[in-house]
C-alpha cells in the first residue's frame, strides 16, 4: 500500500508563542533558529506551502553579540530614492542607535523567502530593545538558545 504525503491544513495549525532572550547570542545563529521557527520547520506537519510557524518574541535585540570586526567594518547601505542618494550604517552604529532591534529584523527577514506567504511569517517576529514586552497575555515559552548549542554563545560571554 502506498503512503500518502501528508499536507497540513491551516485549519490544522497551531501557533505558539516563544520568547528569546538575545543577551550574548550570536546574531547570525539567532536568525537562522528564528527563521526555522517562523517557517514552522520545526514541527513534524510542515508544509511549504500554508503558514506554519509560531510567532517569536526576541527581547535584549541591543544585546546581541556580533563575532569579528563587524560592529567596526560591515554596513548596511539604502538608498533614499534620490538620484546619488547611496547611504550607509555601521553595525556598529546601529547597534548603538535609536532602534537596535533593525539588525535582527534584517537578519531574519533575508532568510525568509521573499513572497506573500514569507510577509505573514514575517508579521509573527516581535523584536523588542528593552527587556520588556506587551505580550505577557499570550503567555509565550522561553526558548532558550543558548543551550542549544554552545557556539550560539560568543566565547567570551
Given at each position: 500500500?502506498?503512503?500518502?504525503?501528508?499536507?497540513?491544513?491551516?485549519?490544522?495549525?497551531?501557533?505558539?508563542w516563544y520568547v528569546i532572550d538575545a543577551t550574548d547570542i550570536v546574531l547570525g545563529r539567532l536568525a537562522s533558529i528564528t527563521a526555522t521557527y517562523l517557517r514552522g520547520k520545526n514541527k513534524t506537519i510542515y508544509t511549504p506551502n500554508i503558514d506554519c510557524g509560531d510567532h517569536i518574541i526576541i527581547i535584549n535585540a541591543?544585546?546581541?553579540?556580533?563575532?569579528?570586526?563587524?560592529?567596526?567594518?560591515?554596513?548596511?547601505?539604502?538608498?533614499?530614492?534620490?538620484?546619488?542618494?547611496?547611504?550607509?550604517?555601521?553595525?556598529?552604529?546601529?547597534?548603538?542607535?535609536?532602534?537596535?532591534?533593525?539588525?535582527?529584523?534584517?537578519?531574519?527577514?533575508?532568510?525568509?523567502?521573499?513572497?506573500?506567504?514569507?510577509?505573514?511569517?514575517?508579521?509573527?517576529?516581535?523584536?523588542?530593545?528593552?527587556?520588556?514586552?506587551?505580550?505577557?497575555?499570550?503567555?509565550?515559552?522561553?526558548?532558550?538558545?543558548?543551550?542549544?548549542?554552545?557556539?550560539?554563545?560568543?566565547?567570551?560571554?
Amino acid at each position: 500500500m502506498v503512503q500518502k504525503t501528508y499536507s497540513a491544513k491551516p485549519s490544522e495549525v497551531n501557533a505558539k508563542w516563544y520568547v528569546i532572550d538575545a543577551t550574548d547570542i550570536v546574531l547570525g545563529r539567532l536568525a537562522s533558529i528564528t527563521a526555522t521557527y517562523l517557517r514552522g520547520k520545526n514541527k513534524t506537519i510542515y508544509t511549504p506551502n500554508i503558514d506554519c510557524g509560531d510567532h517569536i518574541i526576541i527581547i535584549n535585540a541591543d544585546k546581541v553579540a556580533v563575532t569579528g570586526n563587524k560592529l567596526a567594518n560591515k554596513k548596511f547601505f539604502y538608498h533614499t530614492g534620490f538620484a546619488g542618494g547611496i547611504k550607509e550604517r555601521l553595525w556598529g552604529t546601529i547597534l548603538g542607535g535609536r532602534h537596535p532591534e533593525r539588525l535582527i529584523i534584517k537578519a531574519v527577514e533575508r532568510m525568509i523567502s521573499r513572497n506573500p506567504l514569507g510577509r505573514d511569517q514575517m508579521k509573527k517576529l516581535h523584536v523588542y530593545a528593552g527587556a520588556e514586552h506587551p505580550h505577557t497575555a499570550q503567555k509565550p515559552e522561553v526558548l532558550d538558545v543558548k543551550s542549544m548549542n554552545s557556539k550560539n554563545t560568543k566565547r567570551g560571554a
